[in-house]
């Protein structure tokens, strides 16, 4: 097994700055809760980008789609931010013969009561059972791509009936 | 979707006695572990037994096995040590039409730095994605039942050439 | 022995908002961590403001002043954002018969990370330990009020030369 | 300033191994917590022995107080064993001109919920606050060493009327 571990900011990657107050998104943190865990497949983390998802382009998506289509691994794992994760996800539908998954953190990896870990187990175990498609894993649930929206007001993710 | 979590023991739910210096197996650590997370699906956790693995017998293994059967989920996860965790799944093999997924963890979930969490987000979502069958979801990896063992050595779960 | 404590904002209390990707000043964090220790002694939280120290204003000082002198207890323990900590001490010499001890945190409590714990620890341990005056306990030191400032490149507090 | 901070074991430093499922005293896990904080004093390490405070012996009291007398530093740090700690205070009395402060943790170090660095900041705070003589910091409380005892039941500390 390889999987191919793309990053593209989010909150999950926020880090803070005391000096100014404020947060910015950091390195990946994935590439750091990996490495503390014993995993012995083979993984690639690539950061495509940082960016509050709030602040994605279409030109964004379009170079998020260009790296899983020339990634020459069929399982794919994009850590991201949670409010466009679901518009994310729609403009990767139509990709022939990968297995994509989109998680983030509803809470940085820096802080004591993130969900980050317990996503990145569940987009993992995703990647490696799920056929061809794109899925969003949040709240311990796996969503089809197309039939999920982020909840904001209730600060989760909402399954749409088929 | 309905998950049915049963809790038999192991390193997961190890918690530690001072006065007696040394751990003791306590109350399932998966409960309070969703609890603190946003998780919005459906799922009962019952504690079966609260056993060190090396301590399961056949008795207990019948025990659980029943206990799988007779539950009115078709999706279950196993909390269980990691010593024969491999063994467990393994009396677990032939029933139909349902999904069980074991996991556990190599440091206690009361631990700064366990994997209870990643592990736990792992096979949830193994449990959603995979078909019928029996998996173990440790180290990061979905490996089938039938095909894995613990390497005691190296502290971790090996996958088994077909 | 009877402790005061005062709360003022600053970075241990900071928390984060998803939606808008900002911090912002939460309730006192010294709270939630004494209550989850064993703490036996007397003491009594109040919440004076939640302000980023940057934004005090002389007349903030005033009144955590006035707080201090209209206490009934000889023992106060201040947290404190760190940026102007300092001149807050200034403010506060020359109150007869008090120990005034301020402490806060480089890091938000609620990061993994956070000196928060270890901070109010010492800052405990110096009010009941200091003769009356006013001292800044942070980076482990324990500084007297009139002698330490920021070294803010550096990200640490510093002592003066007497 | 200089401190000397000696370690003798105790839960503060028990680690836990999974084959054998107990605990062992590991190696001091000060060091590694004041590595990872912002410490800017000059503090030495040095581990006098590993062992439960229920095992300590006259002979290892008397090793400790040794080590104390021929520090060249006077301001030592003692981490220790609850259990026995009061014990160990009584055996260093009377060494003229040196501070000396007794901690450790009611759970071990490496557990989410620990109290090692809220113990560790006060007993650092004391070390340098407090005049010549004996003192444990626990639970919070700077408390004379030759007044305080472990309440077993109660899993704390308590002080003993003058």
Redesign the interface.
């Known amino acids: 097994?390889k999987i191919q571990i793309f990053c593209v900011g989010g909150?999950i990657d926020?880090i803070?700055f005391?000096?100014k107050?404020?947060?910015e998104v950091g390195s990946p943190a994935i590439g750091k809760?990996?490495a503390?865990?014993?995993?012995?497949?083979s993984y690639k983390v690539d950061s495509l980008m940082a960016k509050?998802s709030?602040e994605m382009t279409d030109e964004d998506r379009r170079l998020i789609r260009e790296a899983v289509m020339n990634s020459s691994s069929d399982r794919i794992l994009i850590t991201h931010g949670?409010?466009t994760m679901p518009e994310t996800a729609r403009a990767l539908l139509g990709i022939d013969g990968k297995t994509i998954v989109l998680t983030g953190a509803?809470?940085?990896a820096?802080?004591?009561?993130?969900?980050a870990?317990?996503?990145?187990?569940?987009?993992?175990?995703?990647a490696?059972?799920?056929p061809a498609g794109v899925y969003i894993?949040m709240?311990?649930?796996?969503f089809d791509g197309d039939k999920v929206r982020k909840d904001?007001e209730a600060?989760?993710f909402?399954g749409l009936a088929s």
């Not at 503390?36 to 497949?41: D, G, P, Q, R, V």
């Open positions: 097994m909150t926020k803070y005391d000096a107050s404020k947060y809760l990996l503390e865990l014993s995993i012995h497949f509050d709030l949670t409010d509803l809470a940085p820096i802080f004591r009561d993130s969900d870990a317990f996503n990145v187990g569940g987009a993992l175990a995703a490696q059972s799920k894993v709240n311990g649930e796996v904001v600060n989760r909402v």
